[in-house]
């Protein structure tokens, strides 16, 4: 099992720019695909982003498609995600998710397995 924990949220203006990271407990990280899934008020869950194991591989959602970035430093269990221009629209509670699935880019939440307990990010206007 692998526990999640994410940081960096915020209040961040639009246009503005804001990086989320995840840390992830255990020994095996790259072991896991993991992913960026984000929730606004009164929406479903939909996905942001995905990294593969070893980070050869990355998904976007169209909607953050040269906006946003996903990486990963296996060496200290965690992955990032760099917001760039951000909208209003973006504003939710991200979550950091996990997958025993390495060779996969997973984008669709039922595929998770692990959670975090999300981050908030608010973008004004």
């Known amino acids: 099992q692998v526990q999640l924990v994410e940081s960096g949220g915020g209040l961040v203006q639009a246009g503005g720019s804001r990086r989320l990271s995840c840390v992830a407990s255990?020994?095996?990280?790259?072991?896991?695909?993991m992913g960026w899934f984000r929730q606004a008020p009164g929406k479903e869950r939909e996905f942001v982003a995905a990294?593969?194991?070893?980070?050869?591989?990355?998904r976007y959602a169209d909607s953050v498609k040269g906006r946003f970035t996903i990486g990963r430093d296996n060496a200290k269990n965690t992955i990032y995600l760099q917001m760039n221009s951000l909208k209003p629209e973006d504003t939710a509670v991200y979550y950091c998710?996990?997958?025993?699935?390495?060779?996969?880019?997973?984008?669709?939440?039922?595929?998770?397995?692990?959670w975090g307990k999300g981050t908030l990010v608010t973008v004004s206007s």
């Open positions: 990294v593969s194991g070893r980070g050869g591989s990355t």
């Open positions: 998710a996990a997958t025993p699935n390495p060779l996969q880019v997973v984008d669709t939440p039922r595929g998770m397995d692990y």
């Open positions: 255990g020994r095996t990280f790259s072991s896991y695909a």
